[in-house]
């Protein structure tokens, strides 16, 4: 079992900023890859960023030069830094960990949280 809970998600004026921190615990040796979707009314849940264990990153391309994913292992903590927030970038935000357990993958989720920007 893997649990995942985020934290750091809120209400802000556009250009703002916010940090969201996902924190994993239990099963957490085989985690590879961290990451963040998100999933507004109206639209599927998609890929925001992610991050591989030797610090490889990916981005969404409407996030590209505003969104910073890091990770801190000791912790088993993975970080999404949020700068020049649009309202458009308004969704539920969910952590995700994907790993291997013996041969197969696995992927876990959080519970989500609310990031809301006002115009």
């Known amino acids: 079992h893997v649990q995942l809970v985020e934290s750091g998600g809120g209400l802000v004026q556009a250009g703002g900023s916010l940090r969201l921190s996902c924190a994993a615990s239990g099963n957490i040796f085989s985690i590879n890859t961290m990451g963040w979707y998100r999933q507004s009314p109206g639209n599927e849940r998609d890929l925001v960023a992610d991050?591989?264990?030797?610090?490889?990153?990916n981005y969404e391309d409407s996030v590209k030069g505003r969104f910073t994913i890091s990770r801190d292992n000791a912790k088993n903590t993975v970080y999404l830094q949020m700068n020049s927030l649009k309202p458009e970038d308004t969704a539920i935000y969910y952590c995700?960990?994907?790993?291997?357990?013996?041969?197969?993958?696995?992927?876990?989720w959080g519970q989500g949280t609310q990031v809301t920007v006002s115009s």
């Open positions: 991050i591989t264990s030797s610090d490889r990153t």
């Open positions: 995700y960990a994907r790993g291997m357990v013996g041969t197969t993958s696995r992927r876990y």
